[in-house]
């Protein structure tokens, strides 16, 4: 993989899902792989002759089977399954494993549900 870009894209979690929205307009050759042996996202697609790719390892242990993804609008959709659900240490602190700043990743905000009040589940 030469010549990627880093694709910007926000996330945000729930007990037992975490959600990436790669903002990347007209995506095209869409390639998305989870790795639960290694706990990777794969992305690949080109948008107006750029490539853009990502291979990130994420916070926690991720389950390929109840993973998804699909384009929605102007972004793709990336639908991890988290392997350990349901209690306060599934929380993510951040979701990639090293613990690294990269200012093309932000929390979405409008999608995140606090784990003090799971009940209140953002309207989608």
Do not use: H
Not at 28 to 52: M, R
């Amino acid at each position: 993989m030469t010549d990627l870009k880093f694709p910007p894209f926000k996330w945000a979690q729930n007990a037992e899902r975490v959600l990436m929205t790669i903002n990347i307009t007209d995506c095209e050759n869409i390639e998305v792989d989870v790795s639960e042996e290694e706990n990777k996202v794969k992305f690949s697609a080109t948008s107006n002759g750029v490539k853009y790719g990502l291979d990130m390892e994420v916070f926690m242990a991720i389950v390929k089977e109840d993973s998804a993804w699909n384009t929605k609008g102007r972004n793709v959709i990336i639908n991890l399954a988290k392997k350990e659900k349901s209690d306060e240490d599934t929380w993510w602190p951040r979701i990639t494993k090293e613990k690294v700043k990269n200012g093309l990743i932000e929390i979405d905000w409008s999608r995140w549900v606090d784990p003090d009040g799971e009940d209140e589940k953002p309207e989608s």
